[in-house]
């Protein structure tokens, strides 16, 4: 659990900026969906951008940011191990996933690590998990965090696929779960690769996945983290499939939602999120 309220939430009178690091960042939905939140929020004066640093200069960029006005930032590819190493202090969930997407500055000028990915897997899934099946692609930032959110909720197993094998058996004996070089049906399977984000044709993702399209019947639940106008190929074969599918959108915001909540300490407007993140197409 985080560790107190934060510096914004004690005085969300003042200026604040926010931001999200990536590299690149230029295609994030985040800025229009906390724009369009904090505008609902009222809270004006307050403003949330993108913000591209490279690798090299990350250390530097955090290290400048409570001197530069603001309340704290989301973090994505290819940052999140990184924004753990940097900050003061984390929060459990951060530590033990090894991954953050969220920073917060706190009332004593330290910044926080948190990791919101997790739980904003489990809002968007909303169905109990508790004995139930899931299957991981990818072995980044986000599939650690999606691993831990589906052990903690219960699953009975977890097993991480990764093309590059070491890293999947690398995650999985960090967390406690299973490593697979298959992909055998599950109640659950969730997309954390980059599969489907610049290129529209199915070939090409399930060519580079463990599975061909007619093999996603063996899922009830299918989930893709990636997000692109007209939706990805992967979830495209789901449907067609019979599978219930979950967005990148629906995590975009859930995960969102739960970062604005910790800067500001105020309930986040998620359908106001929801459909600004919508109306990029």
Request: include cysteine; glycine fraction near 12%.
């Amino acid at each position: 659990m985080p560790s107190g309220p934060s510096a914004a939430a004690q005085d969300p009178g003042r200026r604040w900026r926010l931001g999200v690091f990536g590299w690149p960042v230029r295609h994030s939905r985040s800025p229009a969906m906390h724009g369009a939140a904090l505008r609902e929020l009222g809270l004006t004066g307050w403003t949330y951008g993108a913000l591209p640093v490279p690798p090299e200069r990350l250390p530097e960029a955090l290290g400048a940011l409570p001197g530069a006005g603001f309340a704290g930032a989301n973090v994505t590819i290819p940052h999140k191990h990184a924004a753990l190493a940097a900050a003061h202090v984390a929060t459990p969930a951060a530590a033990a996933i090894g991954a953050a997407n969220t920073l917060t500055l706190l009332p004593d000028g330290t910044l926080e690590a948190d990791n919101t990915d997790a739980p904003g897997l489990l809002d968007a899934i909303d169905a109990p998990l508790r004995g139930r099946t899931a299957l991981v692609l990818g072995a980044g930032g986000s599939a650690r965090a999606c691993v831990w959110a589906l052990r903690e909720a219960g699953c009975a197993r977890v097993a991480v696929w990764n093309r590059t094998a070491a890293r999947a058996d690398e995650l999985a004996a960090d967390l406690g779960v299973d490593a697979t070089t298959g992909a055998a049906g599950a109640d659950v399977l969730v997309n954390c690769t980059a599969l489907g984000l610049h290129d529209a044709d199915p070939a090409a993702t399930f060519d580079a996945l463990p599975l061909d399209a007619p093999d996603l019947a063996a899922y009830g639940t299918v989930v893709d983290l990636v997000y692109r106008c007209g939706g990805t190929p992967l979830l495209h074969a789901a449907e067609t499939a019979g599978a219930r599918t979950v967005d990148g959108l629906a995590i975009l915001v859930a995960q969102g939602a739960r970062s604005l909540e910790r800067w500001t300490g105020r309930p986040a407007p998620r359908r106001v999120m929801d459909d600004a993140v919508r109306a990029g197409g």
